[in-house]
C-alpha cells in the first residue's frame, strides 16, 4: 500500500473523549501522600492546591473514557487533529528497511504538546470562577500553552520559569509576556521557599522541582487562585492522550501496526499521552508492543533512579508521590533539554515501568543534538531539544535494523519545535557542548534524602 507523507485525520475523526489508561491497570498508581500524615491525600485536601473537576480527574482510576468538554474541542479544532507524518527521507538517509512514523506536535504557537492540556486545565478553572493560576516552566514550552490558553478565557497566568531556560530562551519568556503572563526566574527571592533554595544553593541554575515549590507558595498566598501543572499528574497525562488516540486512529486508517514507540520523558506528560493507548491494549490482551521511554543521562530518573515516595517539589511542600526519583534534592546539571530537569516520572509510567510494560533508555546531550541535526537536514524540521532524544533512539533502532535487515516500523513522538533553542544549536554547532553525567555519589547523597514511608 503507497503510504502518504502526512497521515491527516478528519476534523471529525477527533478524539471525543480522553482515554485513562489506570482503568485497565490491574496495579493502580500509588496514591498521593499528605507529607504531614503520610495518609492518602483526599479531594478535600487537594482542594486548596487545584481545580475542583481536575482533583475528580487526578482520582478517577475506573472510568475508562472521560468525555471532553465542547468549549475545549472547539480549541483543539484550531489545530487538531496533527500530523502523523511517514520520515521517509530519512529512513532513505539511513539506508534501512525499518519504516519510521513520528507523531507531530509542533504545529501551534506554543510549540510543542503541552496545549493539550494548558487549555483543558485554564477551561476548569475559568469554569471554576477563579482569577487566575500559578505554575512552573522548564523549557518554556509549557508556560508559553498556559499562556495562551489563560489569554483564551481571561485568566491571570504566573509563571515560574526554571533560571537556566529563562536566561537561554529570552524569547520563549517573551511570548509569554506576550499573551499576558508574569514570568519570573526561579529561584526566585519572591517567595519563602525561593529564597531558602538560593541560601542553600548560591548560584544554582534551578529546577523544575525548585519551580513548582514557589508557584504553589504564590498560589496558596493569592486569593482566587489555583496550582496547575504541565506534566506528572494523571490528570495531564489523562489530557495528552488526545496525540495517542490519534496516532493509533491514522494507523488504523493505513492498517499500520507499529513494533515500537519511542517517546522523551521528562516528567511524563508526552511519553504517557502518546503510549496510553498502546499500553491500554498490551493491558487488555489485545496487542503488543515495545514501548521506549528515552530520557537525558544527566536526569536519569528511570534509568538510575528509585522506585519510592518523594516529595514531587523540592521545597517540600507538595504531596509525595511513588515514582521513579532521584530525590527532590537533586538538580541536574544545566542542559539544553530544559522540559525534561524533572527529578521524579509521572506516577502512572512509573508502575507501568516498574511492571515491565516499558523499557527505558538514557542519552547524553551531544548524541541528541547529532540526531537533532541529521533529522532537521532530511525532515525539514528543526526539533526541540527534548523531542531530539525520541530522535535519537528512534535513528539507533533504524540503524539496528540496517544491519539485521528487520523491516521494523516505528513510531516517535516529535513533541515540539526548536525555534526558541538556538542557543543550545549554537553550542552544540560551535563545538563547545558538553555532556555532563551524575556520579553514583551524587545519586546517593540525594537518595539520602528521600522520605521515610512506611506502607
Not at 501551534?108 to 485554564?122: D, E, M, R, V, W
Not at 499528574?233 to 492498517?255: F, M, R
Not at 522540559?339 to 516520572?345: E, K
Not at 524540521?381 to 525520541?390: G, K, M, Q, T, Y
Amino acid at each position: 500500500m503507497n503510504i502518504p507523507y502526512k497521515i491527516y485525520l478528519e476534523e471529525n475523526e477527533l478524539p471525543k473523549d480522553w482515554y485513562n489508561v489506570r482503568a485497565d491497570m490491574k496495579n493502580k498508581p500509588a496514591p498521593l501522600l499528605n507529607p504531614g500524615t503520610l495518609q492518602p491525600m483526599t479531594a478535600e485536601e487537594l482542594a486548596g492546591v487545584f481545580c475542583d473537576d481536575l482533583i475528580k480527574q487526578e482520582l478517577d482510576d475506573t472510568t475508562a473514557f472521560i468525555p471532553i468538554p465542547e468549549e475545549i474541542l472547539k480549541f483543539y479544532r484550531m489545530y487538531r487533529p496533527s500530523p502523523l507524518v511517514r520520515a521517509y527521507c530519512l529512513e532513505e538517509k539511513l539506508q534501512t528497511p525499518a519504516k519510521i512514523y513520528y507523531k507531530f506536535e509542533g504545529n501551534n504557537t506554543s510549540g510543542s504538546h503541552k496545549l493539550n492540556s494548558a487549555i483543558a486545565q485554564a477551561y476548569y478553572a475559568k469554569k471554576q470562577g477563579l482569577k487566575g493560576v500559578t505554575t512552573e516552566t522548564g523549557a518554556g514550552q509549557w508556560g508559553t500553552a498556559l499562556s495562551m490558553a489563560c489569554a483564551y478565557f481571561g485568566l491571570d497566568c504566573r509563571v515560574y520559569m526554571v533560571k537556566v531556560s529563562y536566561e537561554q530562551k529570552p524569547f520563549r519568556r517573551e511570548v509569554m509576556r506576550t499573551y499576558g503572563a508574569t514570568v519570573t526566574p526561579s529561584p526566585s527571592d519572591t517567595t519563602e521557599v525561593g529564597r531558602k533554595i538560593l541560601a542553600e544553593h548560591p548560584g544554582t541554575t534551578g529546577s523544575l522541582g525548585c519551580a513548582i515549590s514557589e508557584a504553589v507558595e504564590a498560589e496558596t498566598k493569592l486569593d482566587g487562585y489555583r496550582y496547575v501543572l504541565g506534566s506528572v499528574l494523571n490528570q495531564v497525562l489523562l489530557h495528552q492522550t488526545v496525540i495517542g488516540l490519534e496516532t493509533k486512529a491514522a494507523l488504523d486508517k493505513y492498517n499500520i501496526k507499529p513494533d515500537m514507540i519511542i517517546g522523551c520523558a521528562g516528567g511524563g506528560s508526552n511519553l504517557g499521552g502518546l503510549v496510553s493507548p498502546f499500553i491500554g491494549e498490551m493491558l487488555r490482551g489485545e496487542n503488543q508492543y515495545q514501548i521506549i521511554a528515552v530520557e537525558p543521562a544527566s536526569c536519569p530518573s528511570f534509568t538510575r533512579g528509585k522506585f519510592a515516595y518523594d516529595f514531587c517539589d523540592t521545597g517540600k511542600v507538595c504531596p509525595l508521590a511513588k515514582m521513579y526519583t532521584l530525590g527532590s534534592n537533586f538538580i541536574p546539571s544545566a542542559n539544553h533539554a530544559g522540559g525534561l530537569r524533572y527529578h521524579g516520572m509521572s506516577p502512572i509510567l512509573s508502575q507501568l515501568y516498574h511492571d515491565g510494560l516499558m523499557e527505558a533508555r538514557s542519552v547524553e546531550q551531544t548524541a541528541v543534538f547529532e540526531a537533532a541535526t541529521q533529522f532537521a537536514r532530511v525532515e525539514g524540521i528543526l526539533p526541540a531539544p527534548e523531542s531530539s532524544h525520541a530522535i535519537r533512539v528512534a535513528i539507533d533502532e533504524a540503524l539496528k535494523c540496517k544491519e539485521t535487515g528487520e523491516e521494523k516500523t516505528i513510531v516517535f513522538g516529535l513533541t515540539g519545535t526548536g525555534y526558541f533553542d538556538m542557543v543550545a544549536y549554537q553550542k552544540f554547532n560551535d563545538g563547545v557542548m558538553s555532556d555532563y553525567i551524575p556520579t553514583d555519589e551524587e545519586l546517593e547523597q540525594s537518595f539520602a534524602g528521600l522520605p521515610k514511608v512506611d506502607l
